[in-house]
């Protein structure tokens, strides 16, 4: 089957670094990923949309400047979390759908997830 | 607005059935995705439902009534590694995924 490889799964880092996450499609191309948050006991929450070759396309209340994703293949897009502050602090989670861009029954396969923690 | 409406924790006995329900209001649908997610990792894909009544894969069942809104998902013979969270999510007119806050499931001896 479908499988995302995300990386890292864990990082801890002090307030004011960079933090760049990686996505992975293993075994399929992706023209399209997408980024979610998820903090505790909550629901998944879509911060963007990834394209390959073109910008990223960011939910209302996301900051783009802060939240920098680049898609510059089919099988690799990074999220990287700029400035990072303890409130930034969560578990972010990539998906991708084997069929392109996600619709009807093209069922989204998700990364493992990193988990980060700023200090 | 868009609402997926799932209960927040559910409690129930190894062996046993239990049933856990979604109610939405989406602009427009797409059809209705159940998975499971457990502590600290990522969701993963259990099911997937486009037209009205239930798809049956093992354990697991979903069901669907378009006209009511509804969904649930039923598992049988309970197993304490099914403990999860279970999130339902309505892919709306847009083909945008609209998420529910998800359902806790603990799984007692």
């Known amino acids: 089957g479908a499988v995302v490889s995300q990386h890292p799964s864990w990082v801890i880092c002090k307030s004011g670094t960079s933090v760049k996450i990686e996505c992975r499609s293993l075994?399929?191309?992706?023209?399209?990923m997408f980024w979610y948050r998820q903090f505790p006991k909550q629901s998944l929450m879509l911060m963007a949309t990834?394209?390959?070759?073109?910008?990223?396309?960011?939910e209302q209340g996301v900051e783009k400047d802060k939240f920098l994703i680049n898609h510059a293949s089919l099988t690799l897009s990074t999220l990287t979390v700029t400035s990072a502050h303890p409130e930034d602090s969560s578990f972010y989670i990539c998906?991708?759908?084997?069929?392109?861009?996600?619709?009807?029954?093209?069922?989204?396969?998700f990364g493992a997830g990193s988990r980060l923690t700023v200090l | 607005g868009q609402n997926i409406d799932q209960p927040t924790e559910m409690t129930a006995t190894e062996g046993a059935i239990v049933q856990i329900n979604c109610t939405y209001q989406?602009?427009?649908?797409?059809?209705l995705f159940w998975y499971q997610q457990h502590a600290g990792e990522a969701p993963t894909f259990l099911s997937y439902?486009?037209l009205d009544g239930l798809e049956e894969k093992g354990r697991f069942s979903s069901f669907l009534s378009r006209s009511k809104g509804y969904s649930y998902l039923l598992l049988k013979e309970l197993q304490m590694k099914d403990s999860a969270s279970y999130l339902c999510?309505?892919?709306?007119?847009?083909?945008?995924?609209?998420w529910g806050a998800g359902t806790k499931l603990i799984i007692k001896p």
């Open positions: 998906s991708a759908s084997p069929g392109g861009s996600y619709s009807g029954a093209n069922v989204l396969t």
């Open positions: 075994d399929f191309q992706a023209t399209t």
């Open positions: 990834s394209n390959e070759g073109s910008k990223a396309t960011y």
């Open positions: 989406t602009s427009g649908f797409n059809g």
């Open positions: 439902n486009v």
């Open positions: 999510a309505v892919s709306d007119s847009n083909y945008q995924l609209i």
